[in-house]
């Protein structure tokens, strides 16, 4: 068996699974990021491999985690000190051999989640992908041949960055710009809906609501126009809060991309949704930990 942890800005989601990826058990507790910093998740994480402990016998720690993430070495190299202040440098590898004498591999959240729905979600059987999460922000990650590229500096995946008509795709894409543009159009204070709201208000034809979820899907069309056209994946998988609305968001997207790719390069892509939800990063985490070590059995 094999603990799989996954440390989010606002919960540390948590569980025991076999090698064939299937969790047993289930947890989750508040991350209190700011509150207590890197070292208050490192206490979590080890009540957390104590427990489980007890009840298995635990053959290693695979870790999805925020930040920057050198996973050879394990550690994290950078994280947003106002997200998570003192995690720079925190290096799980270390942390779970002096502790507990067990192996660990520590990956980047987005990565895992990429690798989770490639193994057990919306790209099984794929062998190419790219994953996009769009929620307070824009996350990205890559997998060729079953593993995650990387990049020269760590940072391959990261579309945050990705220049599109109108300022980079964060600017144009996220929930945090969706819900912001309709209460600045509807003239309604800032902050007083959410995303779920720009939806309902969507489906009752509200015109800001609509005019704003289409400037949305060009943006996410253009960045995916440029992905297929460096990359060309097999699969590019939507996740975050915002693809949660598949069924307002896919025949729009598509029609845009039909608009944008050539018929061969668009029909050589496929448009899957996330299947595997908040599993995905501790499944991720875990085929991590299998590609670097292999099944401990």
Known sequence: ?????????????????????????????????????????????????????????????AISTAGMVDPKAGCIVY?????????????????????????????????????????RG???????????TVG?????????????????????GE???MRVPGGRLHERCSATRLVASVCRTKGLPAGSIDGHAVFDLLRK???AAVEEVTALIDALA???????????????????GI???????????EEALRDRLPPLICAATKITFAATQNDAGMLGALRHFLQEYGDLA
């Open 1 to 61: 068996m094999y603990i799989c942890i996954d440390i989010g800005g606002t919960a540390i989601k948590y569980g025991v699974a076999d090698a064939a990826g299937t969790l047993h058990t289930r947890g989750s507790v508040p991350t209190e990021a700011k509150e207590y910093g890197g070292t208050g998740i490192v206490q979590k994480v080890f009540a957390i491999v104590r427990e489980a402990q007890q009840t298995h016998g635990v053959k290693g720690v």
């Open 79 to 119: 994280a947003l000190a106002d997200a998570i202040p003192d995690y720079t440098g925190t290096n799980w590898k270390a942390l779970m051999h002096d502790a507990f004498g067990l192996p660990a591999s520590v990956e980047n959240d987005v990565n895992c989640a990429a690798l989770g729905e490639l193994w």
């Open 122 to 132: 919306a790209g099984r059987g794929f062998s190419s992908l790219f994953a996009m």
């Open 136 to 156: 307070t922000s824009i996350g990205g990650a890559l997998i060729v041949d079953g593993r995650i590229v990387h990049g020269a500096s760590g940072s391959a």
């Open 159 to 161: 579309i945050a960055y």
């Open 205 to 207: 034809g509200d015109p």
């Open 222 to 240: 253009d960045a995916i126009t440029n992905i297929v056209s460096v990359v060309s994946p097999e699969c590019i998988v939507l996740g975050g």
């Open 243 to 253: 693809m949660a609305q598949e069924e307002a968001l896919r025949p729009p997207l």
